[in-house]
């Protein structure tokens, strides 16, 4: 693959429903190998569902639009081939899993994407080897490997567990869908840090997010308003800036003056 | 009543003419025990659907069928391959064959610190073992209440005697082995009434793990009786696994008493037969005593199991946490009902139960009860159930972690017996029956 920048994610007037009800309306975004997007915007506008849509969520049906990654067409793959091929979804709120062992749970699926990429398997010693910085790096021990997957976790250790996921599976395109909700400033610090070291010149990311503290860790190099199922807005970093003073009625006023 | 009365005097006449032969020598409370029994049993007869306990259970393939008891021994007996199979360890054995104590396949009974795992035929027979028994055996079971502990009772010959004395600690776990061969009789499909007493005295630690396992395919009835006492301060872990073959039929009861301060684990793996009732009887007997009651039923087929538990808390300062989980394949259908009385003055009283059920088929059926009954205004008490198929938002979250379907089907299934096997507290007997539960889940 050619290292120079090019486009990993290409959303094209992305239309999507759920239960029957209208959610995205013609979002447009590309976003290029080595580049960190922020999406922002009001509660309800869309944002979790853009995140949801592109790990394949089955709950939401896609109406209309196309989805290109690495130009491939992303809404044809199943959530887990989205995932072998690189896709990673930092769930808002991740999902409890009575009886099975993070380690188990971390494990499984660092194998399922090995295997598909032609690596051999992982066995339990060797996987606790690689684990382990990955582990210190987010400010855990190993006793959170043998717990079961989120059951029991506050708030800020299932957005830990997600970001020891992301860092353990090393994806191309991750999806933080709120990552930075609920956490206090250490947890988030930790966090944006993490993210920060997993930046590459062949990987991109995608914070959704409702404000503007994480991006004071996180550097974006664009940031997108999505409203009313649409991004009516882009523009740089001082967009985060501005958003965070004058909060979002202003951009729906101007959406409705266009 | 022709009815019930036709299918119990079978029974009766088997009875009397048990009485007549093998049980000749035994004591004569035994013999009135056995009497006062079999009476009982004819008084109640089998239960039928219409008997709330018994609802969502038919015992017709019992009730109408013909049983009788296997009086020559087997031959040839099974061999030590097969008990190495059904064993977690080499530790001490007792071991069982459609009822019968086999010595060659059973380590001696003498253990060590003066603790004996023998046959309780034996037992009866002898002078303190005797005594013991007497104090102990059917004292526990509540046999007047059921037609099978009844019947049990009135056949009383044989079964596991396990005692451990004062401040005694088992180092390995002790195994009783139940077998049946599934071999007819010459008057058709046979019957045994496997009968355990285990008696753990003050401030003593022991794991004992019961197997009742099938041999063949053959149709067999097991009528099973288990009397656990624990004594004041002693810690025990019971494990029941029960994997009779795929057209036996089990009924067995538990009956546990605890006293002051003691510590009773009781996990329950229910895998084979054709239709399986287990009732567990716990009895907390003595402040600060604390029960885990820990099962998990894995059925497939036409399979059906029926879990009734009845957690009694008799005294103040008790704790009792009661987790059963059901996998329902094909067309199984599993029975969970669990009472929970709190008698006047058992303040302080600290009970929790769940009981959740996984139906991987639409045509896969769980019956979950659960009972409160409180007579104290100082309890602590919660209990929850679910039935349903397999949890969308898990399966979605798997696979957006690369897993397949199918292995993220598998991981959730095998999660639900997990959750049961991480209770279990000796690392052999859980990794024996962790491999159990995997070989059945695929």
């Not at chain 2, 526990?140 to 502990?149: L, Q, V, Y």
């Not at chain 2, 005694?168 to 139940?178: D, I, K, M, S």
Request: hydrophobic letters at 40%; charged letters at 25%.
């Amino acid at each position: 693959m050619s290292k120079s920048k090019h486009p990993l994610l290409q959303v094209k007037n992305l239309h999507a429903t759920a239960e029957g009800r209208e959610i995205l309306k013609g979002v447009d975004l590309t976003v290029n190998t080595g580049e960190v997007h922020a999406i922002m915007g009001p509660n309800g506008s869309g944002k979790s569902t853009l995140a949801q849509v592109l790990a394949g969520h089955p709950a939401y049906a896609v109406t209309a639009g196309q989805v290109l990654y690495e130009g491939k067409d992303l809404l044809a793959m199943p959530p887990e081939e989205r995932a072998r091929e690189g896709v990673f979804l930092a769930f808002q709120y991740p999902v409890a899993i009575r009886g099975i062992t993070n380690a188990y749970f971390l494990r499984s699926a660092v194998n399922a994407i090995r295997k598909h990429r032609g690596d051999e398997e992982l066995g339990p010693v060797e996987f606790m080897d690689a684990l382990d910085e990955k582990l210190k790096a987010i400010g855990w021990d190993s006793s959170y490997l043998t717990r079961p997957v989120n059951d029991g976790f506050s708030g800020g250790e299932k957005k830990r567990n997600e970001i020891l996921q992301l860092a353990v599976l090393d994806p191309k395109l991750a999806i933080l869908d709120e990552t930075d909700s609920g956490l206090d400033i250490d947890a988030l610090k930790t966090v944006a840090r993490t993210v920060d070291k997993l930046r590459r010149p062949d990987n991109a990311t995608v914070l959704v997010t409702h404000y503007y503290r994480i991006l004071t860790h996180i550097e974006p190099d664009l940031v997108h308003v999505l409203a009313g199922g649409k991004i009516v807005k882009s523009g740089g970093k001082e967009l985060a800036l501005e958003l965070e003073e004058k909060g979002y009625d202003w951009l729906r006023e101007e959406a409705v003056v266009a | 009543m022709t009815e019930i009365a036709d299918k119990t005097a079978r029974y009766v006449a088997d009875f009397e003419a048990f009485a007549r032969n093998g049980a000749l020598g035994a004591p004569a409370w035994l013999r009135e025990l056995r009497q006062g029994a079999i009476a009982r049993f004819s008084e109640l007869g089998f239960p039928t659907t219409k008997q709330e306990e018994w609802r969502f259970t038919s015992v017709a393939p019992i009730a109408d069928a013909r049983f009788t008891l296997q009086h020559a021994a087997r031959s040839p007996l099974p061999g030590h391959a097969d008990i190495e199979r059904l064993c977690v360890g080499a530790g001490p054995r007792v071991v069982f064959v459609d009822g019968r104590h086999v010595p060659a396949l059973s380590t001696p009974a003498e253990l060590t610190g003066g603790a004996r795992a023998g046959s309780l035929a034996a037992a009866l027979r002898t002078g303190a073992d005797s005594e013991l028994t007497r104090t102990h055996l059917a004292r526990h079971a509540r046999w007047r209440d059921s037609a099978f502990a009844a019947l049990n009772t009135a056949f009383l010959a044989d079964g596991a005697f396990v005692h451990v004395p004062a401040d005694v600690t088992l180092g390995q776990p002790l195994e009783v082995v139940f077998l049946s061969t599934g071999q007819s009789g010459s008057d058709g499909p046979i019957v045994s009434h496997p009968r355990s007493l285990i008696v753990v005295e003050r401030g003593a630690r022991a794991v004992v793990v019961e197997t009742y396992a099938g041999l063949s395919d053959g149709v067999y009835w097991s009528n099973a009786v288990t009397e656990v006492a624990v004594g004041e301060g002693a810690r025990v872990e019971v494990y029941r696994v029960q994997q009779e073959g795929p057209r036996g039929l089990q009924i067995a009861t538990t009956h546990s008493r605890q006293e002051r301060d003691s510590y009773l684990g009781l996990h329950v793996l229910t895998l084979g037969a054709a239709l399986a009732r287990h009732d567990i009887n716990a009895v907390l007997d003595g402040p600060g005593a604390e029960l885990i009651l820990n099962g998990l039923y894995l059925l497939s087929g036409g399979q059906h199991a029926d879990h009734h538990t009845v957690i009694d808390h008799a005294q103040p300062h008790c704790a009792s946490h009661e987790f059963f989980n059901g996998v329902l394949a094909e067309r199984a259908h599993g029975v969970f009902n669990g009472r929970i009385i709190v008698r006047p003055g058992a303040q302080r009283t600290d009970s929790k139960q769940t009981n959740n059920n996984l139906l991987l088929s639409t045509e896969a059926r769980a019956d979950s009860q659960p009972q409160l009954e409180i007579y104290a205004d100082d309890v602590k008490c919660t209990h929850g159930s679910t039935v349903g198929p397999i949890d969308q938002t898990q399966l979605y979250y798997l696979r957006s972690r690369g897993l397949s379907p199918e292995a993220a089907r598998s991981i959730l299934t095998y999660g639900f017996g997990a959750e049961i096997l991480d209770r279990m507290q000796h690392p052999d007997v859980r990794e024996r029956l962790d491999r159990l539960v995997r070989a059945r889940l695929g």
